[in-house]
C-alpha cells in the first residue's frame, strides 16, 4: 500500500486560492490512480477529482469544474489540488486517495490521508 500525508489547508477569505497537496510514500505512486474528496460537518464523504495513473486524464465534480485543477509530479510522487476562487461552500476536510481502480466513488480507493482542513471565511 501506498501511506499519504495531506498539507497545504488553512484558514482562506472568500476569491483566495489555496493548493492542496498529497505526499505518497511506500509503493509505487505512478502505479495508482489518485484522488480528492472532501467531507464538510455533518455531510458525507464527496468526490471532488481524480486523475488517471499513466495518461493523467482528470475528472471533476460539477461543483468545481472550471475552479479546481488536479495535478500529479510522479516524480515526486506528489498529487495536488489547485483551488481558486474559493467560497464559504468550500469549507471541508480534503482528503487524498488512492487506488487500484479509478473512480468517482469512494470504494474505488485503498488508501487514504488522514485530511486537511480547508476553511473559507465570507
Known amino acids: 500500500q501506498v501511506q499519504l500525508v495531506e498539507s497545504g489547508g488553512g484558514l482562506v477569505q472568500a476569491g483566495d486560492s489555496l493548493r492542496l497537496s498529497c505526499a505518497a510514500s511506500?509503493?509505487?505512486?505512478?502505479?495508482?490512480?489518485m484522488g480528492w474528496f472532501r467531507q464538510a460537518p455533518g455531510k458525507e464523504r464527496e468526490f471532488v477529482a481524480t486523475?488517471?495513473?499513466?495518461?493523467?486524464?482528470?475528472e471533476y465534480a460539477d461543483s468545481v469544474k472550471g475552479r479546481f485543477t488536479i495535478s500529479r509530479d510522479n516524480a515526486k510522487t506528489t498529487l495536488y489540488l489547485q483551488m481558486n476562487s474559493l467560497t464559504p461552500e468550500h469549507t471541508a476536510t480534503y482528503y487524498c486517495?488512492?487506488?487500484?481502480?479509478?473512480?468517482?466513488?469512494?470504494?474505488?480507493?485503498?488508501?487514504w490521508g488522514q485530511g486537511t482542513q480547508v476553511t473559507v471565511s465570507s
Open positions: 511506500g509503493r509505487t505512486f505512478n502505479n495508482y490512480n
Open positions: 486523475i488517471r495513473m499513466n495518461i493523467g486524464r482528470t
Open positions: 486517495a488512492a487506488g487500484r481502480t479509478a473512480g468517482r466513488t469512494a470504494p474505488s480507493y485503498d488508501c
